[in-house]
């Protein structure tokens, strides 16, 4: 079936110690975001890619940056990453140039612990 | 700037109960609206959406939305809930022609047998 998928599910890391989090997706989609959500919060996007122009949320932090290799393919890395960025990332889809443009696809998440 | 707000943080209901979950958003402009909605454990998934046409739209699983453009709101309903509806409910606005998605807060609703 077609998806988005996350790898890994689960992530722990030490304060400080670079991580990566990755995202595919088999919907061919020209869109691809990366969320932060914190317990009992709404997601909040980071930044997202239209093809391969990236959009920075202007209230996300420098230690936070992506790359798009490829279509299918979107990284979320945290090159220093502190308690407070124990999180679920989220990584969602959505195409372009139909009705349904807008409707976004998300992944299953990456729970990230910080200890 | 477009906010979205979802007044029941934490709704708790029997089954067989009916369901009304709040939305309000604000924005001057046309808008897509979005009921998300994340099982335990789960990702977040599509329950419905309103993009033009007949206010009343319906999704899957018996729910339904009404988008009410005077009162910015796009309300949640299931008129007999049951006990694998309970999830976290999220609600989502994006402007037309933009890629971006604001989402509410969410609302956690528990069914209980």
């Known amino acids: 079936d077609a998806m988005v998928i996350q790898n890994p599910r689960y992530q722990v890391t030490q304060f400080g110690k670079p991580v990566t989090l990755s995202c595919s997706q088999t919907?061919?989609?020209?869109?691809m975001y990366w969320y932060q959500q914190k317990s009992s919060q709404a997601p909040k996007l980071l930044f997202h890619y239209y093809d391969k122009d990236f959009n920075n949320e202007a209230d996300t932090p420098d230690n936070f940056q992506s790359r798009r290799p490829n279509t299918s393919f979107c990284f979320l890395d945290i090159r220093s990453p502190g308690l407070g960025d124990a999180a679920m990332y989220l990584c969602a889809t959505s195409g372009i140039g139909d009705v349904l443009s807008n409707e976004q696809f998300f992944g299953p998440g990456t729970r990230l612990t910080v200890l | 700037a477009q906010s979205v707000s979802q007044h029941n943080h934490h709704v708790i209901l029997s089954e067989a109960a009916s369901l009304e979950l709040g939305c309000n958003y604000s924005y001057g402009g046309t808008v897509n609206l979005f009921w998300y909605v994340q099982y335990p454990g789960q990702h977040l998934q599509l329950l419905l959406k309103?993009?033009?046409?007949?206010?009343l739209v319906k999704g899957i699983k018996g729910f339904e939305a009404e988008f009410i453009k005077s009162k910015f709101s796009f309300n949640l309903r299931k008129p007999s809930v049951q006990w694998s509806d309970t999830a976290e409910y999220f609600c989502a606005v994006n402007a037309k022609n933009t890629d971006k998605l604001i989402f509410g807060t969410g609302t956690r609703l528990q069914v209980f047998p």
């Open positions: 919907l061919n989609h020209n869109v």
């Open positions: 309103y993009f033009s046409g007949d206010p």
